[in-house]
């Protein structure tokens, strides 16, 4: 599985910027994808998941009601829709795939496959 994340870049608070996540091997629909950011100084925290089936999806309260995660399954690839952006969200943004059997959304430690990560600034 290689994952490939896009769509980064600066933008102003209360802006929205759409990431991309690319999934190329394997089977897609076998694995539920997440969406992790890193903050300069800050380790690496949940922002939000979808499940392989796309019937349940999973936020951070810090985004919650502001991003949407989605999923194509004709495409291979996650979305993440981010709305209302305010710098606290600037970080580098990854993707990451886990397989069966699936385990905690929440936890980095849950997935097998990570992106390279994109990066979101967002300027006050």
């Known amino acids: 599985v290689q994952l490939q994340a896009s769509g980064g870049g600066l933008v102003e608070a209360g802006g929205s910027l759409r990431l991309s996540c690319a999934f190329s091997g394997r089977i897609f629909s076998s694995y539920t994808m997440g969406w992790f950011r890193q903050a300069p100084g800050k380790e690496r925290e949940f922002v939000a998941a979808i499940t392989w089936s796309g019937s349940s999806t999973y936020y951070a309260d810090s985004v919650k009601g502001r991003f949407t995660i989605s999923r194509d399954y004709a495409n291979k690839k996650v979305y993440l829709q981010m709305n209302s952006l305010k710098p606290e969200d600037t970080g580098v943004y990854y993707c990451?795939?886990?397989?069966?059997?699936?385990?905690?959304?929440?936890?980095?430690?849950?997935?097998?496959?990570w992106g390279q990560g994109t990066l979101v600034t967002v300027s006050s």
């Open positions: 990451a795939a886990d397989g069966p059997p699936h385990r905690i959304v929440v936890l980095s430690a849950s997935y097998d496959y």
